[in-house]
């Protein structure tokens, strides 16, 4: 389906001849691009990632979530961008049913776009981890801490950052046999692939939770965890994603307790009897 996007077409003829042909792959099908990454565009448009920046900026957009931003306004009611299944007026049945649909479709995704290969080489590493790092920002941050609080207590040394000049201070400091783990949504957020890359440079081994296989943060990482939902990438808010990261997280946990299983049921034992009396 072919969109009306004038701030596209208005400044096509002043677009190099390679920058044409993100544009025309954006005017043919800009309804299938605001769920892009970088990589992907590049990749349809037969250019390369370089040229799909200079096209944003050509356009008058600091890079490209600033572009699929403004892309997403001119093809979606404004009400998609606060949940994708959404109309202008929903009564609380209908509420509830598309917002547990979606959750249910993202794990559904997941279940299908998980590479169980790369599920256990990520869980040995963590299991032969001696300490681990997990970071995420905004959204991504809770999950991040979620992993920390799982991890933490079957026994493992870990920490978690939300800040990103902690996180690269920390990452800069690490050692091999140590994993640092990202969460990220888009995978393409300056600082989270930063600090991956700090990792990497002092001889971490990297792991990442992304919903994009073609994301910057994937190309940098040893080990990629794909979540699927049908959630936009123009969004930084992820939603039915998070829940489904959440469920990478319990399987990665839930693996390394399997492989050390006598550790980590003393260290639960431990952990329940110092909480024991703080509840009644």
């Known amino acids: 389906m072919i969109h009306e996007v004038k701030f596209v077409s208005e400044k096509y003829g002043d677009l190099r001849k390679s920058e044409m042909k993100v544009a025309d792959h954006v005017l043919q099908k800009a309804e299938e ?12 448009a037969h250019v390369s990632d370089p040229t799909v920046i200079r096209f944003c900026r050509a356009l008058g957009f600091n890079g490209f979530q600033d572009f699929k931003i403004r892309l997403a306004q001119s093809v979606i009611p404004p009400v998609r961008t606060i949940h994708e299944s959404m109309n202008e007026k929903e009564e609380a049945p209908d509420l509830v049913r598309k917002v547990f649909a979606a959750n249910q479709e993202a794990i559904e995704r997941t279940l299908g776009t998980l590479d169980f290969t790369v599920v256990q080489q ?45 996180a690269v201070m920390a990452a800069a400091m690490m050692k091999p046999r140590q994993v640092f783990m990202a969460v990220s949504h888009t995978g393409a957020t300056h600082d989270i692939i930063e600090s991956v890359q700090m990792a990497k440079k002092a001889g971490a081994t990297t792991i990442g939770i992304v919903s994009y296989a073609k994301s ?37 946990s839930v693996g390394v307790s399997l492989l050390r299983s006598d550790e980590v049921l003393s260290n639960m034992t431990k952990s329940r009897k110092a909480i024991a009396n703080k509840r009644y």
């Open 122 to 166: 990520a869980i040995e590493d963590l299991n032969s981890a001696e300490k681990i790092i997990f970071h995420g920002l905004a959204g991504s941050a809770a999950v991040a801490m979620d992993a920390h609080h799982k991890f933490f207590r079957i026994g493992i040394q870990c920490e978690w950052y939300s800040d990103p000049h902690m």
């Open 216 to 252: 910057p943060l994937s190309k940098v990482l040893k080990h990629t965890l794909l979540v699927g939902s049908s959630e936009t990438g123009f969004r930084f808010e992820p939603r039915a994603s998070r829940i489904a990261q959440l469920c990478v997280i319990d399987v990665l």
């Open 33 to 44: 691009v605001i769920h892009y990454s970088v990589s992907q565009l590049a990749e349809q």
